[in-house]
């Protein structure tokens, strides 16, 4: 499967960095390997459907290289998440009565981020770039299949699935800690369309004034990370 070769080719070369740093930097540098674990709190961003945000899990590792003599450390990360969103959709297509119906996302994230020391490297803020691959929409429950989505006549839910699967993200956020534990606290927004695949597959969009498929993914995520 490509995406794991994708997974394989990024510990490889972070642990390629770390070697390197190590040898050609006179300073003396802290490298460490963590483990994080938390929830996230996932939504789409968007026009077209009337979302509700869902919770979810998340973990994943990271690699960081700590200069002590720098305002910043680095670090590369993996990260694994399942998330849900909630999407408004009806039995019937002309009566008023709506509900969220759950969607679930599973989504792999490796990322680069700098971590910038606000109190030594107790407290960092922690911005950096991501690239995800995601599952399509899967509905939780079957049953719902057959709803139509809200402010469309005839799209239902089981037409929507056929998302992107890759997408670019920004990542910022807080962390702080002391020895080998650290909370973090993390905001991820999409920059690509993640609903831009909607687009291909000739969808009814009758009802809606939105003819064309746009939307942001806006992810929270709380962690706890140990360093071995």
Do not use: C
Not at 74 to 95: C, D, F, H, K, T
Not at 126 to 132: A, C, E, F, N, T
Not at 200 to 226: C, P, R, V
Request: no cysteine.
């Amino acid at each position: 499967m490509k995406f794991k070769q994708y997974i394989l080719l990024v510990a490889l070369s972070i642990g390629f960095v770390t070697i390197n740093f190590a040898q050609h930097r006179t300073v003396p540098i802290k490298n460490g390997v963590g483990i994080l674990g938390g929830l996230t709190q996932f939504d789409i961003m968007t026009d077209n459907f009337d979302t509700k945000a869902g919770n979810g899990w998340i973990a994943g590792g990271s690699a960081t290289v700590e200069l002590p003599h720098k305002w910043y450390n680095m670090s590369y990360s993996i990260q694994l998440s399942e998330n849900v969103v909630g999407i408004a959709a009806r039995p019937i297509p002309l009566i008023t009565s709506e509900e969220y119906i759950d969607y679930k996302l599973f989504t792999a994230q490796i990322s680069l981020q700098a971590h910038i020391k606000i109190v030594e490297s107790f407290l960092t803020l922690d911005v950096g770039p991501m690239l995800q691959y995601n599952s399509e929409l899967e509905l939780k429950d079957d049953k719902y299949e057959n709803y139509f989505i809200s402010n469309y006549t005839n799209l239902q839910a089981k037409d929507i699935s056929d998302i992107s699967k890759f997408n670019v993200d920004g990542a910022i956020g807080l962390s702080a800690g002391i020895s080998h534990f650290r909370l973090k606290a993390q905001y991820i927004y999409g920059f690509t369309n993640m609903l831009g695949k909607l687009n291909k597959n000739d969808l009814d969009t009758l009802g809606n004034s939105e003819s064309k498929f746009k939307g942001n993914q806006s992810m929270l995520a709380f962690t706890l990370m140990i360093t071995l």
